[in-house]
């Protein structure tokens, strides 16, 4: 079952504009991480964030984490058409061992 | 650095027939996990391995499919007698500690 529920299901931008992309969870987790698929490819890392952590960047990205809403966010700041793909986050349950839930992902498209 | 590498990238099969998916990790990983995803929806765990012992396995991998990953290395997903419903992307991904890299996928089609 999935866990996670990515909010919106899709945003449409303007390249340049920033773009925003929610998840809620429903467990406990040690970790949530943030992954790309571009049409019909295979998922690509963008980030993690540790449970005990409430922030991170990298590059254009910025994730938060809130584990007492059970929220994340994903920002993309300064788009490019080139981030036109679907966006997921995926959860490691403290009880799960390793094995990731994912939300059934946002569709974004950069329109240049 | 070679990334997760599956194969084949594509089968299409008759309903009934067994297949098979080989997925080869990265290379000093020593967690492999296969995924299954169905159209619009995000990927379905199915099961993962620690070395070559395989430590869990969803409710999702039914009977008819079998996994393996023999001395540790490589990862083969067997499915025998298909049906349409299994038509999904097969996506395999390893890790080291922590972080799931993902190859690109197998996609199944089964008519």
């Known amino acids: ?112 | 650095d070679t990334g997760v590498s599956q194969n084949p990238r594509h089968k299409i099969t008759k309903r009934g027939q067994n297949v098979t998916f080989r997925c080869d990790p990265i290379s000093e990983h020593n967690r492999l996990y296969w995924y299954r995803q169905t159209l619009g929806q995000g990927p379905e765990f199915l099961t993962y391995f620690q070395n070559e012992a395989q430590l869990e396995k969803s409710r999702l991998l039914s009977d008819r499919f079998s996994a393996e990953r023999p001395k540790g290395s490589f990862s083969t997903l067997e499915i025998q007698r298909t049906e349409q419903g299994d038509s999904a992307m097969y996506l395999c991904a390893s890790s080291y500690p922590e972080t799931q890299y993902f190859g690109p996928g197998t996609r199944l089609l089964v008519l």
């Open chain 1, 1 to 112: 079952s999935q866990q996670g529920e990515e909010d919106p299901q899709a945003l449409s931008i303007q390249e340049g504009e920033n773009a925003t992309m929610n998840c809620s969870y429903k467990t406990s987790i040690n970790n949530l991480q943030w992954y790309r698929q571009n049409s019909g490819r295979g998922l690509v890392h963008l980030i993690l964030i540790r449970s005990n952590e409430r922030e991170k960047h990298s590059g254009r990205l910025r994730v938060t984490l809130d584990t007492s809403k059970k929220s994340s966010s994903l920002l993309i700041t300064a788009s490019r058409a080139a981030d036109t793909a679907s966006y997921f986050c995926a959860t490691v349950e403290e009880t799960s061992g390793s094995r990731l839930t994912f939300g059934e992902g946002t569709q974004l498209t950069v329109n240049p």
